[in-house]
């Protein structure tokens, strides 16, 4: 379903993403992990087309993408969540999910100002959608509660339901975990399979190993820029490289 | 053209040229130091003049100047003492009109001091008709003044910029504050100092144009607008660039006199604004990719 | 909040119809006129909200797109044809009804185009000069459409100063009146929007109307439908809205060339009630004033903003501020970003009970 070939990103002398090269198949959900510095967040924004290529190729159903703009990308069925949360201030929570929707709208700019009935429906389907996503993730009473004032977690399920509106088919988690406590964790863990079994493709950047190994399909480890090890997670944990560089050289795995 | 024409035309050009550049480097230092445009640069250049002129009707010239250089410097600390300082983590578009608020406020209040009357300071040596002839070209010792004072505006800058300790704090403001107060720099005196250093360059440019533009209350917004275009031309936050397009822009200005009537010059500037925008929106010798980074 | 909208409109026209019954029994009707003109800048200031309340752009060149909308339909409709008259491009316009014969103040006969055709062509120029401006500047981030459009309204300024044909320092005047209800039509007079004192209650009317269409159009938009989701939520984060698949750039595009129409409408009814315009109405100082209204307005809110936009014009234009008129607007600017960034409605926002209340929405 993606695909990466050759992938590179320089700023100035530093290889930040280094000749990677990669494929998401659909229906599964890929990790990429590796220490802090290893080029996850270019990546990412790579795939989610926020930043230039220096030169190789991403393709998403064997076409060209990396030259699409973000929101291209969204009506191709991209869907993401930010590490560092972006809700949308003075927006209800319900309002910031209908957000996440809006590649799903076609009223324009002027039928906005005419509230004509095929208008209407449409928005009511889109509020319906939302809604639905919000109670996929236990949230539908916070629905119109202002999205700035919520606790931490919430507003990553806000954020997820955002990502979810959009009916994606392949869904970019950018560090799905940061900042939550081992329960949340595992909590997301669940609620990321129910998503794949939806039919959802996933591809999440990831620092939390635990998370990673109890979910993954399938696993890219990256090390100073380059691919270091792709593989099954019950491998990638025996695999000395990637012990190395997590651990340090003299470690010795349990057995 | 005649060659005479050409010369006259260069030499007006740069003379103008050399203003825009000190008005565009005001914009880039305080970009550089709170991410924002400053709406009321035009309008220190205002103020220097005006002050100028009324102070020398009692004292010599050269104090005149250094009074209303000085006055103006104080001028831009209040202003970032009381409308910057103090706001916590404000918006861009906040800090934005808070400048064009105290644009205003500055513009009003050169009114009703001064009225609505076209000023200008005594030319420095001889007067409107005194030239130098070298050549082809005729220069006016004001002019000669205008690119001395500009010069030295820039070299001392770059001097302060590189080589002093104050200088170097504050370019570490500009490339990351956070970090900068990490280190145990005040960045909020940085910040003051930017603006009193912007302020006191607009006055000195401000001085030394008067006696060829004339100073009125409300000559500042069209030299910030000519002085934004340079600074974008230059790529915004690059000091040096921005001399180079502030020359560029001015010779340009003056060159157009050929096509264009006298009342749409400022119109010059805006196209060529917009062009740029269009089609090189980081500037001349800007990277896009270092001006991706940047909040503005 | 859809029944919160109509409670607001209901007093809004409530007081309205008020304001007038108070001025004719009391005899003051001279107020309506002053009343009439601040409205139609309260069209302006509800557009430019929907720009820099909700979009978060803003512009500092809204006198001038008034100006074009005031100056195109008043040259329009005072540029006498008669002696083109024979011209088959103008004999053909003749006959497509955009033409018609007229006499001035001093009895001169004049055909020019109808006030309806100008009217059309002016708003479709603001929209395209909007588009010039807005195509380059609004694919950037950040605030460049301050710079550009103060650089746009300073032109636009020159042009009116300096145009022989837009009358120079004099402006245009003598403009006919906006002919609304043909006298054809229910046998009596016709209805037009002109200073007349005739029709001053009838003028009064039609510039609330055409505010309050405005305003209800713009409340349709911000508050229940996707695009205006897209606009609010780009203000906030632009890359968190590209990244749900809102077209950004095009977005602030749509809303600047909308909120630029709003001023050349303001502009044109304006120009057809005052019957002339003067260069004064394209200073830039006009335009930080328009800032200042939606700044005090409170930003996100289209009806601070109305209010606050007609309630200080209407002020301004009774001469209230004296000598000090834009000063006092540079102050308001000043004063409302510095204390009150939200807008005076929010002022007491740290006050712990309103914490309790339910939360509110635009």
Redesign the interface.
């Known amino acids: 379903m993606l695909e990466l070939y050759q992938v590179r990103k320089h700023f100035g002398g530093l290889r930040a993403v280094d000749d990677v090269s990669f494929t998401v198949d659909a229906g599964c959900i890929k990790g990429v992990i590796g220490p802090n510095g290893a080029g996850k967040s270019t990546l990412f924004n790579l795939i989610a087309c926020n930043i230039p290529l220096s030169s190789g190729t991403i393709r998403f159903d064997n076409r060209e993408i990396q030259r699409l703009k973000p929101y291209q990308t969204a009506e191709l069925g991209f869907a993401r969540t930010f590490q560092n949360i972006k809700l949308f201030a003075d927006m209800s929570v319900l309002e910031c999910v209908m957000v996440g929707a809006h590649s799903k709208g076609r009223a324009g700019f002027l039928a906005g100002m005419l509230p004509l009935p095929q208008h209407r429906r449409e928005e009511a389907a889109i509020r319906r959608k939302s809604m639905e996503c919000l109670e996929f993730l236990g949230i539908a009473d916070l629905a119109e509660s202002p999205a700035e004032a919520l606790a931490f977690g919430q507003q990553r399920a806000v954020e997820l339901a955002r990502a979810l509106a959009a009916e994606p088919r392949l869904l970019l988690l950018d560090e799905p975990a940061a900042g939550l406590n081992i329960y949340e964790t595992a909590e997301l863990g669940r609620l990321i399979k129910t998503i794949r079994e939806q039919g959802v493709t996933v591809l999440l950047v990831e620092h939390d190993m635990s998370l990673v190994m109890d979910i993954c399909d399938e696993i890219v480890v990256l090390s100073s820029g380059r691919k270091l090890a792709e593989d099954i997670p019950s491998r990638i944990q025996h695999n000395a490289e990637v012990i190395a560089i997590y651990l340090g050289e003299d470690y010795e795995p349990a057995r | 053209m005649s060659p005479e024409l050409f010369f006259q035309y260069l030499v007006a050009g740069i003379t103008y040229g050399a203003v825009y550049a000190v008005v565009a480097i005001g914009f880039n230092i305080i970009y550089n130091s709170t991410g924002i ?1 400053n ?1 009321a640069q035009g309008e220190f250049v205002m103020l220097g003049g005006m002050i100028a002129i009324t102070f020398a009707q009692w004292l010599p010239l050269f104090w005149a100047i250094s009074a209303a250089v000085a006055i103006t410097m104080l001028i831009g600390a209040l202003m970032e003492l009381c ?1 910057i300082r103090w ?1 916590r983590n ?5 800090m ?3 400048t ?3 644009s ?2 500055l ?3 050169a009114l ?1 001091i001064w009225g609505e009357g076209i000023r200008s300071l005594p030319y420095f040596y001889g007067d409107a008709i005194t030239a130098w002839t070298f050549g082809p070209v005729r220069l006016s010792p004001q002019v000669i003044w205008v690119l001395l004072a500009c010069g030295c505006i820039v070299l001392a800058l770059q001097a302060f910029f590189n080589r002093s300790a104050l200088g170097r704090e504050m370019r570490a403001c500009a490339v990351n504050r956070t970090a900068a107060s990490l280190c145990g720099i005040k960045t909020h005196n940085m910040v003051t100092l930017s603006f009193v250093l912007s302020a006191g360059m607009g006055a000195m440019a401000g001085c030394m144009i008067s006696p060829i533009t004339y100073t009125q209350y409300d000559s500042g ?2 030299l910030a ?1 000519k002085g ?2 340079a600074a ?1 031309i230059g790529g915004l936050g690059n000091s040096m660039a921005a001399v180079a397009a502030g020359l560029l822009l001015g010779i340009l200005e003056a060159f157009s006199i050929t096509v264009v ?1 006298l ?2 010059q ?2 010059v ?2 196209t060529l ?3 740029i ?2 089609i090189k ?1 980081h500037g001349l010798f800007g990277s896009s ?1 270092a001006a ?1 980074l940047k ?2 | 909040m859809l029944g919160q909208i109509r409670t607001r409109l209901g007093a809004v026209v409530a007081s309205v119809v008020l304001l007038q019954l108070l001025t004719t029994f009391t005899g003051t009707e001279y107020y309506l006129t002053q009343l009439t003109m601040s409205a139609y800048y309260g069209l302006l200031v509800i557009g430019l909200c929907a720009l820099m309340g909700y979009a978060g752009q803003i512009s500092i060149g809204h006198a001038g797109f008034f100006a074009i909308g005031g100056y195109l339909s008043a040259l329009l409709t005072t540029y006498n044809l008669t002696p083109h008259a024979e011209n088959s491009a103008i004999a053909l316009l003749n006959q497509a009804g955009l033409l018609f014969t007229w006499e001035n103040l001093y009895g001169e006969s004049l055909l020019t185009f109808t006030p309806w055709a100008a009217a059309l062509a002016a708003l479709v120029c603001a929209a395209l000069v909007a588009l010039l401006v807005g195509i380059p500047v609004l694919k950037l981030r950040g605030h460049y459409l301050a710079m550009a459009t103060l650089g746009f309204g300073t032109i636009i300024y020159r042009m009116a100063l300096a145009l022989p044909i837009l009358g120079e320092a004099d402006g245009i005047a003598d403009v006919p009146g906006f002919i609304l209800i043909p006298a054809s039509l229910f046998g009596g007079e016709a209805l037009m929007i002109s200073g007349e004192g005739d029709f001053r209650i009838f003028n009064y009317y039609v510039a609330w109307a055409v505010v309050l269409a405005g305003l209800v159009l713009l409340m349709n938009l911000m508050t229940r439908s996707r695009s205006g989701r897209a606009l609010r939520a780009l203000h906030s984060s632009e890359e968190a809205a590209e990244a749900c698949g809102v077209n950004t750039s095009r977005a602030k595009l749509q809303v600047f060339v909308l909120s630029a129409v709003y001023a050349a409408l303001a502009g044109v009814l304006l120009t057809h009630f005052k019957g002339g315009i003067g260069p004064e109405e394209a200073t830039v100082m006009k335009s930080v004033r328009y800032v200042a209204l939606v700044a005090v307005g409170g930003m996100t809110s289209l009806w601070g903003t109305l209010f606050m936009g007609v309630g200080l014009s209407f002020l301004s234009l009774r001469g209230v501020f004296g000598s000090y008129d834009d000063a006092v607007f540079g102050l308001i600017l000043l004063a409302v970003m510095l204390f009150a960034p939200g807008g005076l409605s929010q002022l007491n926002s740290h006050i712990p009970w309103r914490r309790l209340l339910p939360y509110r929405r635009a």
Do not use: N, W, Y
């Not at chain 2, 404000?90 to 906040?94: C, E, R």
């Open positions: 445009i709406f409308c706001l404000p918006g861009i578009l906040q934005l009109i808070i064009i608020g105290v205003i406020l513009r009003e209040a009703h917004a069209s607008l934004f275009t974008i009537p009342a749409f400022d119109a500037a805006v604004l917009l062009l925008l269009f929106p990719e991706r909040a503005f």
